[in-house]
């Protein structure tokens, strides 16, 4: 188990390399000098040179690479240019209202994801089958910052039921409510389709059958027996929707003017505060990648098959 881990982890390094490598380059390529932004339009050309050499501009791209990555080889992600303090606490100032909108939507999409799942596979080849499929695809389909806006539209504009967008007083539940809809909307559809996938092949086993032919109650081998064994696929979905939605609800926090590292990240690409969006970026690939990681080790410790075929492998390239 050691060795695999060990070699899962050095795998991952070069993951995270070409992140912040690619994060690096885009931050340079994209137009805009973070000094004009700061000093603003009728700053003087001197004014500009000093600040530039405040934010380490003024050097050769290869020595700002180099300096960079020895930077966060220390941990360190650097230093905001607009808050004037470093990015690390930036972050992690930001971290739990992303946390917290990301635990609320996987938990939405868990609840309707699995009943609709656990619906489509009891009325399989009905009406009812072929409307969750529907539904499920729309939200799989839709864009999360127009969902977003419709949202919007309809229960803030129109209703008055909910607020428009903001965090509230000590985070208040209703302005949490259209920011975890929305952006559960993918994963529902995807947590409903594979609930109904491995509900279906689940139900077609022998030992189903055998229960079928005990006269067992249809409900109760549904939800006793099928269930249980379909939601082995659900872990390896759920870990990866939750890092996934850590990392991927820029749009939804930019629409609803949440207060997490996605709208740092947003912000601090119109400023071009690059320290932020670089550490901010890097920040939320490592939660992705050490999230694969910890799912890579709960089914290897589930099946032993998973790392003895990396071990046979290793051995057979030898």
């Known amino acids: 188990m050691l060795f695999f881990l060990l070699r899962r982890i050095l795998s991952l390094l070069p993951v995270l390399w070409g992140i912040a490598t690619l994060v690096f380059v885009l931050m340079y390529v994209i137009p805009g000098d973070p000094a004009r932004m700061m000093a ?25 690479y180099l300096g960079y990555l020895a930077s966060l080889a220390r941990g360190d992600l650097g230093y905001s240019f607009r808050q004037r303090r ?14 917290k909108l990301a635990l609320a939507a996987v938990l939405i999409a868990l609840v309707f994801g699995i009943c609709a799942g656990v619906l489509a596979a009891a009325k399989h080849g009905r ?6 499929m529907v539904m499920s695809l729309l939200g799989i389909s839709t864009p999360v910052f127009w969902l977003g806006l419709m949202l919007i539209v309809v229960f803030s504009v129109w209703l008055g039921w909910l607020p428009v967008g903001g965090y509230g007083e000590h985070g208040a539940l209703r302005y949490l409510v ?33 229960a079928r032919t005990r006269g067992l109650p249809e409900r109760r081998i549904l939800f006793r027996h099928a269930l249980r064994n379909a939601a082995m696929p659900l872990v390896t979905v759920i870990g990866t929707n939750l890092a996934g939605l850590l990392g991927g609800a820029v749009a939804t ?4 003017a949440w207060p997490g590292i996605g709208r740092a990240i947003y912000d601090a690409i119109l400023v071009r505060d690059l320290p932020v969006v670089e550490g901010g ?35 057979a390239g030898g």
């Open 86 to 99: 470093p990015v690390s606490r930036v972050i992690f100032e930001r971290f739990p209202a992303t946390v």
């Open 178 to 210: 259209l920011p975890a809809v929305s952006l559960s909307a993918i994963s529902t559809g995807y947590f409903a389709r594979i609930t109904r996938s491995s509900l279906l092949e689940v139900l077609r086993t022998d030992y189903i059958l055998a």
């Open 253 to 256: 926090e930019t629409v609803f």
């Open 281 to 315: 970026v890097i920040f939320l690939a490592f939660i992705f990648v050490a999230a694969n990681l910890v799912i890579d080790l709960v089914y290897a410790w589930i099946d032993p098959r998973v790392r003895l075929s990396g071990a046979a492998g290793k051995g």
């Open 127 to 132: 009406f009812l089958d072929y409307g969750v």
């Open 40 to 64: 603003g339009q009728h700053a003087d050309e001197q004014t500009l040179e000093l600040l530039r050499e405040q934010m380490g501009l003024d050097r050769p791209v290869w020595q700002r």
